[in-house]
């Protein structure tokens, strides 16, 4: 059972959860996060979803997202959802996301994160993740129009990829 905390419009929590799956009361809202993980060849880390997963089954997907669980931040929420279907570790402590979308349930804080991964070496959840590449925007566009990947709007993923390098993306360097 997954509780979430629940939220004002104005973003407060309201000192109430709520299991996942519930019907939510009128003006509540819960918090959902989302990572897109960029590389210096202006790709993104783009996960396929595992075919017997509920919802988007067998869909590709951007990097990363989920619900915050009842007492998460939105960054402890985010590094959870990282670390568990890909088995990336970031710090994201003191990172603001870069945007949030607003939608009929709750709140989607979104993080861009420039970072040189080698996807031979995450840890997929099989629960989740099928499998991760890197893909090009062409890519993900492609994907979009042959309904293989989850129907975002086309401007919102070239949304993330015009804004990545922009103030609120997270830059990491790699000392290898």
């Given amino acids: 059972m997954e509780l979430w905390d629940v939220y004002h419009s104005d973003r407060t929590k309201t000192n109430k959860t709520m299991i996942r799956g519930d019907e939510f009361e009128n003006d509540s809202y819960h918090l959902v996060v989302h990572a897109c993980i960029f590389n210096s060849k202006n790709e993104m880390l783009i996960q396929q979803r595992q075919p017997f997963k509920s919802g988007w089954s067998n869909m590709w997907d951007i990097t990363v997202g989920g619900s915050a669980v009842s007492g998460e931040s939105s ?11 890909i088995g990336l570790e970031i710090d994201l402590q003191n990172i603001r996301p870069h945007l949030t979308i607003n939608f009929d349930q709750g709140f989607d804080d979104v993080y861009l ?3 040189e991964v080698d996807t031979e070496k995450l ?9 991760v590449k890197w893909s090009s925007i062409d890519e993900i566009y492609q994907k979009i129009d042959e309904g293989t990947f989850i129907p975002y709007y086309k401007s919102f993923i070239q ?3 015009d804004i990545r390098k922009q103030y609120g993306c997270q830059q990491t360097v790699d000392h290898q």
């Fill in 123 to 131: 840890k997929l959840q099989y629960e989740e993740v099928q499998r």
């Fill in 159 to 161: 949304l993330l990829f």
């Fill in 113 to 115: 994160i420039e970072k």
């Fill in 75 to 85: 960054q402890r929420a985010i590094e959870r959802e990282l670390f568990e279907e």
